[in-house]
């Protein structure tokens, strides 16, 4: 796979110069010169879910935006759950607990956790569903003693969480009016992510996306626990992005963000197998 992202970053220094032919692409970045036919199948895999790779009718390929930037293994991931007291932020419900692991280069290296006292009573249903009760939380640090330690783990990353809508709402809102700042930071949902990526789930819960990948749970509803499993998902989506094509985070949020089948793109695979490229000369036998 990183092998992959190399060659896509390979291609669009191709491109970068000036477009070039499908079967310029095979032979140049992927160093096949055989049946134009695979040749062209094995550009479109690599090259095909990405929008600024563009293809022509005639089979010529330009890069249309910005050249691919770090692979989605070197990047830095916070991976981020939380526990709240039961209900929305704007009714004065807050943060329980908070759990933050961080990934880069394939694996679940440092990691955060920290009950968090509310400063308000944690409603029944939220005390049988996660175990927290207002007497362990009663001497826990408030948001404020820890908000520094959270921005640090979280400035330079990526911010993942699965319904990051929820985590996100509560951490950047706390750290707002506890720091009075909000990293500007990308974030990822691994439950989008799954829609797109898994779509033969029909449900993306987080027991139901662990099981797909055979990752066990351990503390499910505590914010250690389902962060830590989080991370896991995470790892083995970055693993499917990479086998699409996806070699960057733009790359990945343009795929998340489009329900569009690309069929323009692939009429022009099918033209592009049956036109050689301008300065390609294929002998019967060579091909």
Known sequence: MRGDRNLIHRAASLLEREPHHTLDIAREVLSLSGNPGAASAAVFTL?????????????????????????????????????????????????????????????????????????????????????INNDMVFRAPYFDQIATDVLERLEGRVFVAHNVGFDWGFVSRQLAESAGEVP???????????????????????DVVARHFKIEIENRHRAHGDALVTARILLRLLDEASRRGLADLHALTAFLGSRRVRTASRRAQQLSFLSPAPDLNPTPDGW
Do not use: K
């Open 47 to 131: 090259l095909g879910a990405d929008p600024r790779f563009h293809v022509d009718a005639t089979g010529q390929w330009s890069l249309e935006g910005p050249p691919p930037g770090l692979p989605l293994s070197d990047l830095r991931y916070a991976v981020v759950d939380v526990e709240t007291t039961g209900g929305p932020y704007q009714r004065g419900h807050r943060m329980t607990e908070i759990a933050i692991y961080e990934v880069q280069n394939g694996v679940v290296s440092d990691s955060y956790h920290t009950l968090l006292n509310p400063g308000r009573s944690i409603s029944p249903a939220i005390v049988a569903l996660t175990g």
């Open 184 to 206: 500007g930071v990308e974030s990822l949902c691994t439950v989008r992510m799954t829609r797109h990526l898994v779509p033969r789930l029909r449900r993306r819960n987080l």
